[in-house]
């Protein structure tokens, strides 16, 4: 079975009615629903696993919040188990494009100290950047990821819609994604020194205590 999951789904919460529904559909004792999903989640925590993903605990709970907003929804669903598995597939597809975008977002980054710095160096600051992208507040993640995104000519069209989407003027929304990228920058250098063991214990991946 093909899981009909939108690409790109934005990530939203479980809401209450929607947990209701995946429950109800999981079984009808409340009790052994609820095994029923802790079962599922750890399935689909390990497969996230065995694909290599990062964050497999978030990828698993954005599975499980699609297939219950579905159910809510009222899709008809006949195999529940396959069904799981497709929109993890689909969210496993999507984090191979996110993380090809990000890549992309690292190159741009090399001339930050310690990016690059060694043979792992580009691994190593794609996992931090990940986890710096996801600490922006979500309009400065879409506007970097935005900003970036595409070759040399798309780039530049790219970045025309993005001023006018946003009523900015071109050179307001390069001061921007250059603030912005200075963050990112030392966010990344903060966080693999930390995995180092050379940054203060005491902040977080943006330096702030």
């Not at 996230?48 to 907003?69: P, S, Y």
Request: a neutral charge; glycine letters at 6%.
């Amino acid at each position: 079975m093909v899981a009909e999951s939108p690409e790109n789904e934005p990530k939203q919460g479980l809401t209450a009615q929607a947990l209701d529904a995946l429950l109800a559909l999981l079984d009808p004792d409340r009790d052994r629903a609820g095994e029923k999903y802790e079962e599922i989640r750890l399935r689909l925590t390990r497969y996230f696993e065995w694909e290599g993903c990062c964050f497999v605990e978030e990828h698993a709970d954005e599975t499980i919040n699609r297939v219950a907003r579905a159910i809510q929804q009222g899709k008809e669903i006949r195999d529940l188990r396959a069904y799981f598995f497709g929109v993890a597939r689909l969210i496993h597809f999507e984090s191979l494009r996110d993380q090809e975008k990000h890549r992309r977002i690292v190159a741009e980054l090399s001339n930050a100290p310690a990016i690059m710095a060694d043979g792992d160096g580009s691994e190593a600051a794609l996992d931090c950047l990940e986890r710096c992208l996801r600490a922006l507040p979500s309009e400065g993640r879409e506007l970097i990821m935005k900003y970036y995104q595409g070759d040399q000519i798309a780039k530049i069209r790219n970045r025309r819609n993005l001023a006018q989407t946003l009523g900015l003027a071109s050179n307001a929304l390069r001061n921007r994604a250059l603030r912005l990228r200075s963050k990112l920058e030392n966010c990344v250098v903060n966080c693999m020194k930390q995995r180092d063991g050379l940054a203060d214990s005491g902040t977080n991946i943006y330096g702030q205590r």
